[in-house]
């Protein structure tokens, strides 16, 4: 049965990246002579892990039909949400007459275009046989600090606490409902958290410190550099 199992990608980009203080969303800044969801996508297809990549866009998104990518085969256009749950629960919805509710579900940030296949399938293998699912995550190597306003409360045990990235690998139904049941919670900033908020608890994978996520004008040039060390 393992072995039957399919792999989905869905990659919420209906954000607008007001951070950036750019003139468009920031996964259509330019990177290395393509829009950085280009690289993202172009990783994620180079991977030949998944049967198809679901791609939540907003409706009123200029710029996604312009690009060659957004006509590729496996690719599909979901329509995005307000918040990233809404558009990662969107797209979940758009592959539900090619999904099984055992099968696998990878969700990866558009703004993550420093993804490599091997942390990809280093997830799937690590996970494929789990009952919930995980994410890629980072160790911290700083010293943490709780602060209330400006004034430092207390420091934090930097070996309990991860840095979340992406992908985060779980099982389309699980996640499906997951996202349901929690559907309008702030408190949900990536899967892992609907997940902790049912009450289910999801494993940690360590990736690579390059896949970082693109939040400010800077972190162009650092993606830049992270891509050509590639």
């Avoid at 750019?22 to 172009?42: F, G, M, W």
């Avoid at 892990?49 to 957004?70: G, H, K, N, Q, R």
């Avoid at 934090?156 to 139904?173: E, I, Y």
Wanted: with cysteine; hydrophobic share 40%.
């Amino acid at each position: 049965m393992i072995n039957s199992l399919k792999y989905f990608a869905v990659v919420p980009a209906a954000g607008v990246g007001k951070r950036m203080q750019a003139d468009r969303p920031k996964q259509y800044l330019s990177l290395c002579n393509h829009t950085v969801i280009e690289h993202t996508l172009s990783r994620l297809l180079e991977a030949e892990a998944f049967t198809t990549v679901a791609v939540a866009i907003s409706v009123e998104d200029p710029y996604w039909p312009e690009l060659e990518i957004s006509r590729h085969p496996q690719i599909l256009t979901a329509a995005g949400g307000k918040e990233r749950a809404d558009s990662v629960l969107s797209a979940l919805k758009s592959l539900e007459n090619q999904a099984a509710a055992d099968d696998w579900v990878l969700v990866h940030d558009a703004a993550r275009p420093c993804i490599t296949s091997a942390d990809i399938h280093k997830l799937i293998e690590t996970l494929k046989q789990d009952a919930t699912g995980g994410i890629l995550a980072l160790p911290s190597h700083d010293t943490l600090k709780q602060v209330d306003g400006c004034q430092i409360q207390q420091t934090l045990d930097r070996r309990t606490v991860w840095r979340a990235l992406t992908p985060q690998m779980f099982r389309f139904g699980a996640l499906k409902q997951a996202l349901e049941q929690t559907q309008g919670n702030l408190a949900i900033t990536d899967e892992a958290s609907a997940f902790e908020l049912i009450g289910q608890s999801a494993k940690i994978v360590e990736g690579r410190p390059d896949n970082i996520k693109i939040t400010q004008p800077e972190d162009l040039l650092l993606a830049q550099f992270y891509l050509e060390q590639q």
